[in-house]
Nanobody
Framework: QVQLVESGGGLVEPGGSLRLSCTAS????????IGWFRQAPGKEREGVSC??????TTYYADSGRFTISRDKSKNMVYLQMNSLKPEDTAVYYC?????????????????WGQGTQVTVSS
């Protein structure tokens, strides 16, 4: 059974940091491009970051605060989020791109996790 699982969300104060993790069961993450998306209440799901299968290409919607990385030995992809703001509050999802590319839009992603809640509040 193919499954993606996100973890690492939680409640953090403005200016704080969180590291989200994405792992998979039933397949190897290293073969795929991985995207991180988020969806705030009442808003559309939007792209946050992505990384291609080799790790050599990345994209950030908000450059400078987030860093995406992957550890193929652990079958994990991470999203390090620093200097968090209240507007970063959302459910964060990871998703796989079967072509192994870093694609900004949602349409190229096949498998999605259930999401992890990130709340930035004092």
């Amino acid at each position: 059974q193919v499954q993606l699982v996100e973890s690492g969300g939680g409640l953090v104060e403005p200016g704080g940091s969180l590291r989200l993790s994405c792992t998979a069961s039933g397949f190897t993450l290293g073969d795929y491009g991985i995207g991180w998306f988020r969806q705030a209440p009442g808003k559309e799901r939007e792209g946050v970051s992505c990384i291609n299968s080799s790790g050599g290409t990345t994209y950030y919607a908000d450059s400078g605060r987030f860093t995406i990385s992957r550890d193929k030995s652990k079958n994990m992809v991470y999203l390090q989020m620093n200097s968090l703001k209240p507007e970063d509050t959302a459910v964060y999802y990871c998703a796989t791109n079967l072509f192994g590319i870093c694609q900004r839009g949602r349409s190229g992603y096949t498998y999605w996790g259930q999401g992890t809640q990130v709340t930035v509040s004092s």
